[in-house]
């Protein structure tokens, strides 16, 4: 404890990897018991492993907290960052992972330069999106159930689909609390697109990729929700172009059950500092196989689990034709 008290405090980031179930989201809420969100867990394992005082925990601003991304309820993550100040005690990883619970490991740690702030030195944020691929099923002539597998021709309308959200759009309709001439609303993607099914126990999945610059709350489930509509045949291709106008469209929000933040991108900073002498590049190149085994150990049955029992994609499936795409409201 002394030695603890006496070594100095460093700005380094840490490497992050959770399955997000039961979880209100990554973002704390101090005062607020009922939600249990990730960081109350982290901050938790951070003060009993000696890295950082008591009160540093109920008042995160001490250490300089920063988190890259706050993903949403139930939203799991392979590559989350968060930056702040510790004091870099020995065995630190071991440490602070013997006080979390299996489903949150810590799985790489990193010094930085004093100001780092890991939201805003942020230059991209890579998400993907588990679903089984019934959720492509066309509503009049196809299987909806597990039996569904998905063909070339309609992954190809998928990636069609998913391939127009590329560049600069007004995601304004992806989100709530904002309007058309929100300047905040104008939103960059850099790719997205769906990668070949594969089977688990008998369902047949798919992984969506998305990278953008950032996003809104919601923006990818919804992103993902309009094109599904589409392709079941709800809704019309163009309504996806419709929905960057100033009218209100109304967007269907996908489950976040297959929701994973997957990297988070810091260009920049690595061209100004990487390579420095003083400064590692934030790569994360020899914790590749660590976060790939996490997925297959918590995040993918977690996925594929509560899928079976909880029929998530199911129910939402059938909400769909409540939904209506051809009527906007000005």
């Not at 304004?172 to 905040?184: A, E, I, L, V």
């Not at 960059?188 to 992984?207: H, K, L, N, S, T």
Request: glycine fraction near 6%.
């Amino acid at each position: 404890e002394e030695r603890n008290k006496k070594s100095p405090k460093r700005k380094i980031v840490l490497l992050m990897a959770y399955s997000g179930k039961g979880y209100h989201g990554m973002q704390r809420n101090v005062g607020s018991s009922q939600f249990k969100t990730i960081e109350d867990d982290l901050v938790s394992a951070l003060v009993q492993s000696g890295c950082i005082p008591e009160n540093h925990g109920e008042d995160m601003k001490k250490m300089s907290f920063q988190r890259c991304a706050r993903t949403d309820k139930g939203v799991s993550a392979a590559g989350q960052i968060v930056s702040l100040k510790v004091r870099l005690i020995d065995d630190i990883l071991e440490k602070i992972n013997n006080h979390l619970p299996s489903h949150i490991r810590i799985l790489g740690l990193k010094r930085v330069t004093g100001g780092f702030n890991s939201k805003n030195k942020c230059d991209a944020r890579t998400y993907s999106y588990m679903l089984p691929t019934f959720a492509f099923a066309h509503k009049d002539h196809d299987a909806q159930e597990e039996v569904y597998r998905l063909d070339r021709e309609t992954l190809e309308k998928v990636n069609k689909l998913l391939a127009c959200y590329k560049g600069t759009h007004n995601f304004h309709n992806f989100t709530s609390q904002k309007g058309p001439r929100d300047p905040s609303a104008k939103r960059y993607i850099m790719e997205m697109y769906c990668g070949e099914p594969f089977v688990r126990e008998d369902m047949e999945f798919a992984v969506i990729k998305v990278k953008g610059q950032s996003f809104m709350m919601h923006q990818i489930r919804k992103m993902i929700g309009l094109v599904i509509a589409v392709v079941k045949g709800y809704a019309a291709e163009s309504i996806i172009e419709l929905s960057w106008g100033e009218e209100k469209v109304d967007v269907p929000k996908a489950p976040g059950l297959g929701l994973v933040l997957e990297r988070v991108h810091f260009e920049k900073y690595n061209r100004r500092f990487g390579n420095d002498g003083l400064h590692e590049p934030l790569e994360w190149t020899e914790e590749e196989e660590k976060i790939a085994v996490f997925k297959e150990q918590y995040i993918y049955p977690t996925i594929i689990n509560t899928e079976r029992e909880e029929k998530s994609m199911v129910n939402w499936l059938n909400t769909l034709s409540i939904h209506d795409f051809n009527s906007s409201v000005v």
